[in-house]
């Protein structure tokens, strides 16, 4: 069981030049074609293990949410090692998108999507309390809110003036 840090804390995207969080899902919109929706589950774990064997690949974190429409938050070191991934034909991603694609696009039995979005610092706000490490913070590095980020204006670089 993770661990609870006690109080108010940040992350710390100080030290570094930008995180790339991309948010990534699927839809069942026919929960009884179970043959067209599974094998999606099956590739995206796929992806994962392939992705923690590669860590120069550079996903650093991702966390799961499933429900009808499921929810992957992923946190990736660069908007580069994201597209490369994606588009590398030896890689686990792109035959699953053609597949999709094939065999399951024109059916409407299941949708995806995605959003991707490049974080800087002084552009992103984030506070936890009495959590473990989580988000942002658990993707670069959770730190004690201080004076100096000891408001949301304040860990927005002063941005939100």
């Known amino acids: 069981m993770a661990t609870i840090d006690q109080g108010r804390w940040t992350a710390n995207l100080d030290d570094h030049d930008g995180v790339v969080l991309f948010l990534i899902g699927m839809r069942i919109n026919k929960p009884w074609r179970i043959d067209q929706w599974l094998w ?8 994962l293990a392939y992705l923690a064997k590669h860590p120069e690949c550079g996903m650093i974190k991702a966390r799961n949410w499933f429900g009808r429409t499921t ?16 588009s590398d034909d030896e890689g686990p ?8 694609y094939q065999r399951l696009a024109k059916s ?16 992103a706000e ?10 942002l913070a658990e993707a670069t590095e959770k730190v004690r809110v201080s004076r100096r980020t000891g408001s949301a204006k304040q860990r927005l670089g002063a941005s939100a003036d």
């Open 40 to 47: 999606m589950f099956a590739a995206m774990g796929g992806m």
């Open 71 to 86: 929810m992957q938050v992923g946190y990736w070191r660069g908007v580069e090692e994201l597209m490369r991934f994606a």
């Open 93 to 100: 991603h792109r035959p699953a998108w053609r597949r999709f």
């Open 108 to 123: 409407g039995s299941v949708g995806i999507w995605h959003e991707t979005y490049v974080v800087k610092p002084g552009n």
């Open 126 to 135: 984030t506070v936890y309390v009495n959590m473990p490490a989580f988000g």
